[in-house]
């Protein structure tokens, strides 16, 4: 019988100092590393939403959630809705969240204001309303107050006892801006940094010790764009682009991070990325380069070292393209490359926005309205025909973190890769 109770003791005794380990706990420095050295806060910061907070949240199924505006119906017509706001937010200066606020800080929306509530228009109806809410960083009132800010090196964000959704974990986030991807892996290994940025190649060595692994949606578009100021034989293009071989390069290269595609939407945003092709032609490649004089075989490709396994698949697809009968030389930085790899990022969850902000990034001409799926699909095809860009793969943000850095009610990071650290915490 004593033993019995012993045992049962030890037993309780065990359960309670594991709960005592992985409960929650308040206090700490959360220190977090980045590739960008953004000059100020800017409200489409991956940081922002420590500080700026929406009237209306997407959630990770994509359906709008009350976040600053706690509900919204219709106001007379269907083209205007009234949004009700959270009582008692306080902004981080002490004063409280009101219409008057809401309307100054969102001069891009129609808003009157109708006591405590905001009247918006919605012309294009109510989900692309909610859609433009999500993405538009309201004021000052999120979980975190900024703290001090240097330029392009550091920036403290200080925990809010004020904030509507109760205290964070942490006391503050110390984040370190402009750190190489490969600094930021030694950074974590020898206990100097809790989050950092990884690159794919890189996921292999931060998770051996069973580190926390968090990414994005595939939000970050890999490809080859050739210069729109060189002159570079159509057929030359095309068969770059069918010699490359993007299975080879996504299971070595980038450790089966990702997706491989031929479109210039990822597949979860447009929902018809798989219709174009993206498997190598070799044979036909070699016949296209076959019909070209020997003088228009070659060309240049350039790239940024600072991209994410940059080297490797640049020198990777220049051998894959030798295969065909090409001859690619290889240099970092080149701006007179008649190629360039470079990586473009998703920066709306509205379909035809991306893809207008991609085409204005690479030069092509922006895509005409897209009211459905099929007239959409339609103005990403025309965007790719001539094979100016090369679409290769589709990345996600991929953060690896510290064994003591633990998350109370995921997800961290938001689809487009915007950091929800208000419930981490991290263990003694």
Not at 113 to 139: E, F, K, P, T
Not at 166 to 191: C, K, N, T
Not at 221 to 248: G, H, K, N, Q, Y
Not at 326 to 340: E, I, M, T, W
Request: net charge positive; with cysteine.
């Amino acid at each position: 019988m004593q033993l019995t109770a012993s045992l049962l003791l030890a037993a309780v005794s065990a359960v309670a100092v594991c709960g005592a380990a992985t409960r929650p706990r308040y206090g700490g420095v959360l220190r977090v590393e980045m590739r960008a050295a953004p000059a100020a806060l800017d409200p489409a910061s991956p940081m922002a939403p420590l500080v700026f907070e929406p009237l209306v949240r997407l959630d990770q199924t994509g359906s709008p959630q009350p976040w600053l505006a706690v509900s919204w119906q219709p106001e007379g017509t269907s083209r205007k809705w009234r949004f009700t706001l959270r009582p008692g937010v306080k902004l981080h200066d002490g004063s409280l969240l009101t219409a008057a606020v809401v309307q100054a800080a969102l001069p891009a929306f129609a808003i009157s204001v109708n006591g405590d509530a905001v009247i918006l228009r919605a012309d294009h109806g109510i989900a692309a309303l909610l859609l433009d809410l999500s993405q538009a960083n309201l004021v000052q009132t999120g979980p975190f107050r900024p703290g001090s800010f240097e330029p392009g090196s550091r920036a403290m964000f200080l925990a809010n006892e004020d904030y509507w959704g109760g205290r964070p974990f942490l006391d503050s986030i110390e984040v370190r801006m402009g750190r190489a991807l490969r600094d930021q892996l030694v950074d974590l290994e020898l206990g100097k940094a809790d989050v950092i940025e990884v690159a794919p190649a890189d996921l292999r060595r931060a998770s051996e010790r069973a580190r926390p692994v968090w990414s994005s949606s595939a939000v970050n578009l890999i490809a080859l764009a050739f210069a729109p100021t060189r002159t570079v034989d159509p057929r030359l293009r095309e068969a770059m682009a069918l010699s490359l071989d993007r299975a080879a390069m996504r299971n070595v290269l980038l450790q089966k991070q990702g997706e491989i595609t031929a479109a210039l939407l990822p597949q979860w945003l447009s929902g018809y990325a798989f219709v174009f092709p993206a498997a190598p032609d070799v044979p036909r490649a070699r016949t296209l380069v076959a019909a070209l004089p020997a003088s228009a075989r070659s060309i240049s490709l350039g790239y940024d070292p600072a991209m994410r396994a940059a080297r490797s698949l640049a020198e990777r697809a220049a051998v894959n393209a030798r295969d065909a009968g090409l001859s690619v030389q290889v240099s970092p930085q080149n701006p007179q490359a008649d190629v360039r790899l470079g990586e473009l990022r998703v920066g709306s969850l509205d379909p035809l926005r991306a893809l207008t902000a991609i085409a204005g990034a690479l030069g092509l001409k922006s895509p005409s309205a897209a009211p459905d799926t099929a007239t959409l699909y339609e103005s990403e095809r025309k965007l790719l025909d001539g094979y100016r860009v090369i679409p290769l793969f589709h990345l996600p943000d991929l953060y690896a973190a510290s064994n003591h850095t633990r998350v109370f009610v995921p997800p961290v990071i938001a689809p487009l890769g915007a950091w929800c650290f208000d419930t981490i915490w991290l263990a003694p």
